[in-house]
Each structure stands twice: as structure tokens, then as C-alpha cells.
């Protein structure tokens, strides 16, 4: 409680002394050029792809663990909330916003150190700030049998923000968590806790063995504010003699029912190793685009019409389902006949990619020039060759243009280079229930959320991906143009009306955004009031993180190194 006080009194008396003897230490500790306070260094830590920014205190960017236990001491004697991130690109869920205003944002992007890399056994060791392109380049240097696996963020984002986050990839490692051994975490005490095995010195299989002895404490410090992860040990995937790609599309939408119910027996008996996603029409759409303003003038969602062209144009249909294959060239034959089989009698059009095709659909598509035909294939060839870049282990920013869709201004020049969707003032918002793989739950969480879309006049982007044997993670995204403030309104509550919606219809999020916290405790939970007991434990001065306080409510509820 100390912490959120002394923070709601600074927000309510600045004391201009204070704050300059509070960046002349912090300066002491990391470098005058690494604590900074002016408003263009704040700048990016106030932009967000959510309707809502905080102002933090100031900046401050360690290069080391023992500046980050410096600064956890500092912020103890100084009662300085810390906000830890990654690299700040949590896209849509508060991206490099921290939860309240005054906050210390504590960037560890610094600290992008790729510790060790076992090349025969297949793990890295990393720090909070390597990105996946960083470390897929530094595979390919060394010329490494190995591949990580790779999400549609972005190169630039954090390896071990999006895993503490629990996000997912594409590959067989796709669910990143289950392929992490060992972690260093500073506490709020500024002691160094290492997870596992990593706590003996003599251990050798630290970062091979994720549980060690006795209480498993990782799973803590993922979603949570209980300390600063500093290093992780994570797994590489196998380099694969053969990928394939495959491509299902169902041009009405009930067809998605029977796939998915088709596909999960081959999920569950490991025929798909990797992880599939599921996307309807517009999640491909927006991928090369943004809205067509000139065909639907002052409107915020696709007339049919106009929705129907661009869908034929881009030549899908209501759904697309995605994956790949991996292994032997014999095994990738044996998957495609599976497949095939499986969806023998189902309504699915499927297609197997591979670089040969690609190729020889790159070379046909030059030969078309300009044409509708030679467009349509050029656009697919592109699509192809981006997924096999990601299923490699080899991050793009491709994906990231769906965040672009409600933007005023055209793609950026150079995109997918360096695309920065908060910076890029672009609005998105992200809701993301799980729900048990069957195609009958697609179809009814589809039907409870379209019409809240509908009503607040947003078109309804959405993937279904089997993140694990048994459960599909949903992504629904409200898209909407941050320059409206009538439009900003309506997507707050577009996503309120859709948050509650799936959270009374028991599919919960896996993952929440800032402004999400304290919906997820309706008060008297008893996991709740552990998580807190947990926290006033670990933390008892609320340091790392503090959220708003609300009596009854989970205090801080967000992951140490988000983003």
C-alpha cells in the first residue's frame, strides 16, 4: 500500500526538488544518458494501440542485472513504483504504457545479451532484451542446426516478454512456456532468486530440467508482478529436413465447425505439431491493406458488398485454416495423406505449399505481370513466403498489418521494417478467451461476439489457434481510428460489452490487457486473495508494478517483463 500512496500523493503534489534528486541517483546507478524525463524520451511510454495512456515518473534503461538489483534498492528507499518491460511491444494489450501514472518505467531493453547457446543439446540463455530477430540472426551466423520459434509481433520484439506474457508461436514449440527451463528473477528485496536447478552452483541441468526440487516457482513470475525476470533458458527447435505448408479454406461460414472437429484428432496424435491457426476473412484481408475509406465512406465497418470484393480478390474465403509440417520428407507425406483423409468429407479446398511451389508460383506470377490473375497470385506467393520465413524460425513484421487496418494513413513507407503500431498511432484492441476445441464452442463464441461488434459498428477480425492437444486460443481484435474520438468511445465499449460477454459465457482469457485487471477478480475469490497474499509476501511495499488499488481486487496484476 505504500508504494500506490506515496504514488497517488505525487501525482496530486510534483515536487520538482524531489524528482531531480530521484533522477541524480538513478543516474548514479546507470548513466546520465539512461534516466531521462524529458517529454520526447517519455513519448513512447504514452502511446499505446489501447484507448488509454498513462505519463510514467521517467525512464530508466539498466544494462545489467546488478543495475537492475541497484535500482530495485533505490526505488525501496525512495518508495519509486517500478514498471519493468522487455522491449515495451506488448501490442494490444498496453504495449510500453505502464498500469498508472507517476510510475518508474524500468526498460530492460539494454540488456539484450544472448548468455550462452548450446549447440549440441539445442537451448539459449537470454536476457529480457533480445529480440527474435536478434537471436534468429545469431543461429544463422554461427551457422547453428537450430530455429527458434517466431510469433507475427514482429522481429523487434522480446523473446522473453511475449513467453513471460504466455504467448504463442507458430512452430511445434509454438507454446513457448512448456519449452523454458531456468529463470533469474531480482525480488523486491533485491536478492537474485534462480528457478530450477540454477540455485546450486554445480548444477548441469539447469537449463535443461525446468522443474528441479521441490516447489515448481516458475509459472509465478509469468502474468504477474512478483519480481524482474533477468535471464531465461529456453529450448531451439530441431532445424527440419522438410516443411510444408498447408492452406484450408471454407468459402461459407458453418463449414469452420466440422474442420475444426476434422483437424483435433491430428492435433491430439501429434500428426500437427505445430501450432494451427484459424482465420476469418479479414484477418487475411488486412493483411496487405488498410480500410478502403473511398469504398465505404464514414463508416467503420465493411459494407457486404465491398467485403465480398475484397474477398474475392484476395481469393479466400470465410475461413482460413493454416499450419505446417515438419520432419523427414517421408513424415511430411504421411502428414499431408492424414490430412487429406481427415478432411475428406468435410468442405474444405486444401493446399500444400512448398518452396518449390512457391518458386514456381513467384516465377508464374512475373510472367502474369499486372494482371487480376497475376496480382491475386503475387499476393499469395507473398502470404506463402512469409509463413515459410516464420515457420523457420525467421521473423517478419508481415502480420503486424491487421493492426494498421482503422489507421487514416496508408501502410508506413518500408513496411513490415521496423513497424511500430503505437507509434504509428494505430488503435487496436485485443480480447483473447480460450475455449475447448470443438467446432460447435468456434461457432457459438462467434455468435456471441459478433453482434457486440456489430452494435458498436466494428467488423469482427478473429484467429483461432490450437495452442495446445485440447484448447483453441481466440484473438479478437476491435480495430478503430485513435484520430476519432467518437469511434475511440465506441471501441471502449465495444470491448467491455465483449469482455464480459465471454467471461459470463465461461470462456476466460488467457491473457489480459491494463485495463483488463481488475474485471478478472469479482472479489472474495480465494485464487485471487492467494495471488495477493503471494505478492504482499514477495513484495510487501507493492514496488514492482503496483496496479490501482481497489478494495477487494488483486493488486497489480501484469507481467514483470511484458512486451
Same mark, same amino acid.
Given at each position: 500500500?505504500?508504494?500506490?500512496?506515496?504514488?497517488?500523493?505525487?501525482?496530486?503534489?510534483?515536487?520538482? /526538488?524531489?524528482?531531480?534528486?530521484?533522477?541524480?541517483?538513478?543516474?548514479?546507478?546507470?548513466?546520465?544518458?539512461?534516466?531521462?524525463?524529458?517529454?520526447?524520451?517519455?513519448?513512447?511510454?504514452?502511446?499505446?494501440?489501447?484507448?488509454?495512456?498513462?505519463?510514467?515518473?521517467?525512464?530508466?534503461?539498466?544494462?545489467?542485472?546488478?543495475?537492475? %538489483?541497484?535500482?530495485?534498492?533505490?526505488?525501496?528507499?525512495?518508495?519509486?513504483?517500478?514498471?519493468?518491460?522487455?522491449?515495451?511491444?506488448?501490442?494490444?494489450?498496453?504495449?510500453?504504457?505502464?498500469?498508472?501514472?507517476?510510475?518508474?518505467?524500468?526498460?530492460?531493453?539494454?540488456?539484450?545479451?544472448?548468455?550462452?547457446?548450446?549447440? &549440441?543439446?539445442?537451448?539459449?540463455?537470454?536476457?529480457?532484451?533480445?529480440?527474435?530477430?536478434?537471436?534468429?540472426?545469431?543461429?544463422?551466423?554461427?551457422?547453428?542446426?537450430?530455429?527458434?520459434d517466431?510469433? /507475427?509481433?514482429?522481429?523487434?520484439?522480446?523473446?522473453?516478454?511475449n513467453?513471460?506474457?504466455?504467448?504463442?508461436?507458430?512452430?511445434?514449440?509454438?507454446?513457448?512456456?512448456?519449452?523454458?527451463? #531456468?529463470?533469474?528473477?531480482?525480488?523486491?528485496?533485491?536478492?537474485?532468486?534462480?528457478?530450477?536447478?540454477?540455485?546450486?552452483?554445480?548444477?548441469?541441468?539447469?537449463?535443461?530440467?525446468?522443474?528441479?526440487?521441490?516447489?515448481f516457482?516458475?509459472? +509465478?513470475?509469468?502474468?504477474?508482478?512478483?519480481?524482474?525476470?533477468?535471464?531465461?533458458?529456453?529450448?531451439?527447435?530441431?532445424?527440419?529436413?522438410?516443411?510444408?505448408?498447408?492452406?484450408?479454406?471454407?468459402?461459407?461460414?458453418?463449414?469452420?465447425?466440422? %474442420?475444426?472437429?476434422?483437424?483435433?484428432?491430428?492435433?491430439?496424435n501429434?500428426?500437427?505439431?505445430?501450432?494451427?491457426?484459424?482465420?476469418?476473412?479479414?484477418?487475411?484481408?488486412?493483411?496487405?491493406?488498410?480500410?478502403?475509406?473511398?469504398?465505404?465512406?464514414?463508416?467503420?465497418c465493411?459494407?457486404?458488398?465491398?467485403?465480398?470484393?475484397?474477398?474475392?480478390?484476395?481469393?479466400?474465403?470465410?475461413?482460413?485454416?493454416?499450419?505446417?509440417?515438419?520432419?523427414?520428407?517421408?513424415?511430411?507425406?504421411?502428414?499431408?495423406?492424414?490430412?487429406?483423409?481427415?478432411?475428406?468429407?468435410?468442405?474444405?479446398r486444401?493446399?500444400?505449399?512448398?518452396?518449390?511451389?512457391?518458386?514456381?508460383?513467384?516465377?508464374?506470377?512475373?510472367?502474369?505481370?499486372?494482371?487480376?490473375?497475376?496480382l491475386?497470385?503475387?499476393?499469395?506467393?507473398?502470404?506463402?513466403?512469409?509463413?515459410?520465413?516464420?515457420?523457420?524460425?525467421?521473423?517478419?513484421?508481415?502480420?503486424?498489418?491487421?493492426?494498421?487496418?482503422?489507421?487514416?494513413?496508408?501502410?508506413?513507407?518500408?513496411?513490415?521494417?521496423?513497424?511500430?503500431?503505437?507509434?504509428d498511432?494505430?488503435?487496436?484492441?485485443?480480447?483473447?478467451? %480460450?475455449?475447448?476445441?470443438?467446432?460447435?464452442?468456434?461457432?457459438?463464441?462467434?455468435?456471441?461476439?459478433?453482434?457486440?461488434?456489430?452494435?458498436?459498428?466494428?467488423?469482427?477480425?478473429?484467429?483461432?489457434s +490450437?495452442?495446445n &492437444?485440447?484448447?483453441?486460443?481466440? %484473438?479478437?481484435?476491435?480495430?478503430y481510428?485513435?484520430?476519432d474520438?467518437?469511434?475511440?468511445?465506441?471501441?471502449?465499449?465495444?470491448?467491455?460489452?465483449?469482455?464480459?460477454?465471454?467471461?459470463?459465457?465461461?470462456?476466460?482469457?488467457y491473457?489480459?490487457?491494463?485495463?483488463?485487471m481488475?474485471?478478472?477478480?469479482?472479489?472474495?475469490?480465494?485464487?485471487?486473495?492467494t495471488?495477493?497474499r503471494?505478492?504482499?509476501?514477495?513484495?510487501?511495499?507493492?514496488?514492482?508494478?503496483?496496479?490501482?488499488?481497489?478494495?477487494?481486487r488483486?493488486?497489480?496484476?501484469?507481467?514483470? #517483463?511484458a512486451?
Amino acid at each position: 500500500m505504500r508504494i500506490i500512496e506515496e504514488q497517488k500523493f505525487r501525482q496530486e503534489h510534483p515536487d520538482a /526538488g524531489w524528482k531531480r534528486g530521484v533522477l541524480t541517483a538513478l543516474r548514479i546507478v546507470v548513466g546520465a544518458e539512461h534516466a531521462v524525463d524529458d517529454p520526447g524520451a517519455l513519448r513512447r511510454y504514452t502511446c499505446s494501440t489501447a484507448a488509454r495512456s498513462t505519463l510514467p515518473l521517467a525512464v530508466v534503461r539498466p544494462g545489467s542485472q546488478a543495475e537492475v %538489483v541497484a535500482l530495485v534498492r533505490l526505488a525501496g528507499e525512495r518508495a519509486l513504483p517500478l514498471y519493468p518491460l522487455s522491449t515495451g511491444r506488448n501490442w494490444g494489450y498496453g504495449d510500453a504504457c505502464a498500469v498508472g501514472d507517476a510510475q518508474l518505467i524500468v526498460d530492460l531493453g539494454r540488456m539484450n545479451r544472448i548468455v550462452d547457446v548450446d549447440a &549440441e543439446l539445442g537451448y539459449a540463455v537470454i536476457e529480457p532484451g533480445v529480440t527474435q530477430q536478434q537471436l534468429s540472426d545469431y543461429l544463422h551466423s554461427e551457422k547453428l542446426n537450430w530455429w527458434i520459434d517466431c510469433t /507475427g509481433a514482429g522481429p523487434d520484439t522480446s523473446f522473453m516478454g511475449n513467453i513471460l506474457e504466455r504467448g504463442f508461436g507458430h512452430s511445434p514449440y509454438g507454446n513457448r512456456l512448456q519449452h523454458v527451463s #531456468g529463470m533469474q528473477i531480482v525480488l523486491a528485496s533485491g536478492e537474485v532468486l534462480a528457478t530450477g536447478f540454477g540455485h546450486y552452483p554445480q548444477a548441469r541441468a539447469t537449463h535443461l530440467f525446468p522443474y528441479g526440487v521441490g516447489p515448481f516457482l516458475d509459472g +509465478m513470475f509469468t502474468q504477474s508482478n512478483f519480481g524482474i525476470v533477468t535471464r531465461i533458458g529456453i529450448w531451439l527447435q530441431p532445424a527440419a529436413d522438410c516443411v510444408n505448408h498447408f492452406l484450408c479454406t471454407m468459402s461459407d461460414h458453418e463449414d469452420i465447425g466440422p %474442420v475444426v472437429d476434422a483437424l483435433r484428432p491430428l492435433r491430439m496424435n501429434g500428426t500437427l505439431r505445430s501450432i494451427v491457426h484459424i482465420g476469418n476473412d479479414l484477418r487475411v484481408i488486412s493483411g496487405g491493406r488498410v480500410f478502403p475509406r473511398s469504398l465505404a465512406p464514414d463508416q467503420s465497418c465493411l459494407p457486404p458488398a465491398v467485403r465480398g470484393n475484397l474477398r474475392e480478390a484476395a481469393a479466400v474465403g470465410a475461413w482460413t485454416v493454416s499450419g505446417a509440417l515438419y520432419g523427414s520428407a517421408a513424415q511430411v507425406a504421411a502428414a499431408r495423406a492424414a490430412i487429406k483423409a481427415a478432411l475428406r468429407g468435410t468442405r474444405a479446398r486444401t493446399a500444400f505449399l512448398s518452396e518449390r511451389k512457391l518458386r514456381w508460383g513467384a516465377a508464374m506470377a512475373r510472367v502474369l505481370g499486372s494482371t487480376r490473375a497475376g496480382l491475386r497470385l503475387r499476393a499469395q506467393v507473398g502470404l506463402g513466403e512469409a509463413l515459410f520465413a516464420m515457420n523457420r524460425g525467421k521473423p517478419n513484421g508481415r502480420f503486424l498489418a491487421g493492426a494498421y487496418w482503422r489507421r487514416r494513413e496508408a501502410l508506413p513507407a518500408g513496411f513490415p521494417h521496423k513497424a511500430d503500431p503505437a507509434r504509428d498511432n494505430c488503435g487496436m484492441l485485443w480480447i483473447s478467451p %480460450v475455449l475447448p476445441m470443438r467446432g460447435k464452442e468456434v461457432l457459438d463464441l462467434h455468435a456471441l461476439v459478433e453482434p457486440l461488434f456489430a452494435a458498436h459498428g466494428f467488423d469482427l477480425f478473429v484467429t483461432f489457434s +490450437m495452442i495446445n &492437444e485440447r484448447a483453441l486460443g481466440a %484473438v479478437l481484435t476491435i480495430a478503430y481510428d485513435k484520430e476519432d474520438a467518437a469511434e475511440v468511445a465506441r471501441a471502449r465499449e465495444c470491448y467491455r460489452a465483449v469482455f464480459d460477454s465471454v467471461m459470463e459465457a465461461g470462456y476466460i482469457p488467457y491473457r489480459v490487457g491494463n485495463q483488463s485487471m481488475a474485471a478478472l477478480d469479482p472479489g472474495g475469490d480465494v485464487y485471487w486473495n492467494t495471488v495477493a497474499r503471494i505478492k504482499a509476501a514477495l513484495d510487501p511495499e507493492g514496488l514492482i508494478a503496483p496496479g490501482r488499488y481497489e478494495p477487494g481486487r488483486a493488486k497489480g496484476l501484469v507481467a514483470g #517483463g511484458a512486451g
